[in-house]
């Protein structure tokens, strides 16, 4: 005796794939979370920052160029001058600004006791910063030997 039908219809088959559709609502989700705390975690502290004139944004370094050529003849931004009216214009430049630095060029052939006496002359005008400019030596491709 048995009770059911002789034909059994086969049943659902499992499956055998992952279901997408809930970890990429989870990651949307995580997103949205991220994009929406992200800005809170840049700035957690507000400040309310009082108003002064002391607290402008300082200006760019500024700079005054001293040449000393072959003959040590001494120029201050491409004009010459004597020792005497160097000192001068620099005691005027560290015045005005006693962070100006100064860039001292001297040729090659100029004796260090002429550059000694710039920099001397800069110093007691009140110029400390003092930086040496030079050329990079240019670069000979080495001979290739047979």
């Not at 809170?40 to 700035?43: G, H, Q, R, V, Y």
């Not at 860039?103 to 090659?108: F, I, K, Y």
């Given at each position: 005796m048995s009770f059911g039908r002789l034909e059994r219809t086969p049943g659902p088959q499992p499956m055998s794939e992952i279901n997408m559709t809930p970890l990429v609502d989870v990651m949307l989700v995580l997103v949205v979370i991220f994009i929406i705390t992200a800005p809170?975690?840049?700035?957690s502290i507000k400040l309310d920052l009082p108003?002064?004139?002391?607290a402008q944004a300082g200006e760019a370094p500024k700079f005054v160029t001293v040449v000393v050529d072959k003959s040590g003849q001494a120029f201050l931004n491409d004009k010459p001058l004597v020792?005497?009216?160097?000192?001068a214009q620099l005691t005027q430049t560290a015045?005005?600004?006693?962070?100006t630095e100064v860039?001292?060029?001297?040729?090659?052939a100029v004796?260090?006791?002429r550059i000694v006496?710039?920099?001397?002359?800069a110093q007691k005008a009140g110029l400390n910063r003092i930086g040496f400019v030079a050329d990079a030596p240019t670069r000979v491709a080495p001979a290739v030997k047979p």
């Open positions: 809170l975690l840049a700035s108003k002064t004139e002391a020792l005497a009216e160097l000192a015045n005005a600004n006693p962070e860039q001292l060029r001297a040729d090659a004796p260090y006791g006496e710039v920099m001397g002359t």
